[in-house]
């Protein structure tokens, strides 16, 4: 079923009223701002609101307005508002957000069974999915539907003819190959190979520590494995040995709504390293903790690419 410009524009007008009516409560003294001391952002390092105090939440009130009223002109089909909602989406998707999402994401799983067996010291989700972090997920929420509406009437204009499957196929193999290289220390790491780093670095961190890396960059290769479903047979009928679904279509959306999300998720994180690359917080001496990162949002941008090529083509 596909979903009508003005439904989606009437769902992200109201998430903007609804945030944008969370943020004046904020800024009325409303408990649960989730930026600036409220947040256990160590050094303020990862947020860039970091510095905000729930004064702040006059202009989410205000940046919430000015959300839903792009999202009822792009509707309308005002051309500014269209633009518009391409920079507020850019905004709640990418610069908002911090890493702190992506390490959620990733390690939900391993929170879930860890304890089971002993593994992180009674960690569990709250330590992953605080607040601050959830909010991170309300605003790339209402990024997404702002989004949609910006692409559902780029759609109608013929907007998206340069997602072509050639080009997919090319994100594919990029979005595959960049996370490699992170793979490659994280696993090495491990092994107790000092890839990228001195030996000093790395003997200051737990095994359990380098485990854990080791289990991200597993699922990072897992993740390209499944991408290459986006260019495969397989990623378009499910194959023969998966029980009760063998030679039935895969619904489109299947691949390409984890495929979209993780796209986003990683480049936040990727942009996140940037931030603090620029701001001189890493050291060329050990550049296999950070400079493999450097590169997620090429990642994220190739996938985003194979998951709009792979959908335009399934339609």
């Known amino acids: 079923m596909t979903i ?21 409560a904020w800024a009325l003294g409303a408990p649960g701002y989730p930026w600036g001391a409220a947040d256990p952002d160590p050094d303020g390092a990862l947020s860039i609101l970091a510095w905000t105090t729930p004064g702040f939440g006059w202009v989410v009130a205000a940046f919430g307005l000015l959300t839903a009223g792009v999202a009822v002109g792009v509707a309308r089909g005002v051309r500014a508002a269209s633009f518009l909602a ?56 209402g990024g997404l539907l702002l989004a949609s509406v910006a692409l559902a009437s780029a759609r109608g204009q013929g907007g998206l003819r340069w997602f072509t499957p050639q080009r997919g196929r090319v994100a594919v193999y990029v979005a595959v190959g960049v996370p490699l290289v992170y793979c490659a220390t994280r696993w090495a790491w491990a092994l107790g190979i000092p890839l990228g780093v001195s030996d000093a670095f790395l003997a200051g961190g737990e095994p359990r520590l380098w485990l854990a890396g080791a289990y991200l960059a597993t699922f990072g290769a897992l993740g390209g494995v499944l991408t290459l479903g986006l260019v495969q047979r397989w990623g378009e009928i499910f194959p023969r040995w998966i029980p009760w679904l063998r030679g039935r279509r895969v619904p489109p959306l299947l691949a390409v709504i984890p495929a979209g ?55």
Do not use: K
């Not at 850019?90 to 593994?119: E, H, K, N, Q, W």
């Open 4 to 24: 009508s410009l003005h439904h989606r524009s009437a769902a992200a007008a109201l998430w903007g009223l609804a945030y944008g009516g969370l943020g004046a």
């Open 86 to 141: 391409w920079v507020i989406a850019a905004l709640l998707i990418l610069v908002i957000p911090d890493s702190r999402l992506m390490m959620g994401v990733a390690y939900t799983p391993l929170l879930l069974i860890g304890p089971l067996f002993g593994l992180l010291d009674g960690a569990g989700l709250a330590d992953a999915w605080h607040w601050p972090v959830f909010n991170q997920l309300l605003c790339i929420t």
């Open 261 to 315: 999300f993780v796209s986003v998720i990683i480049t936040v994180a990727g942009i996140t390293y940037l931030r603090a690359t620029i701001a001189g917080r890493f050291r060329w001496a050990e550049w296999g903790a950070w400079l493999p990162e450097c590169f997620w949002p090429i990642w994220g941008a190739a996938l985003a690419t194979a998951a709009i090529s792979y959908r335009r083509r399934r339609a």
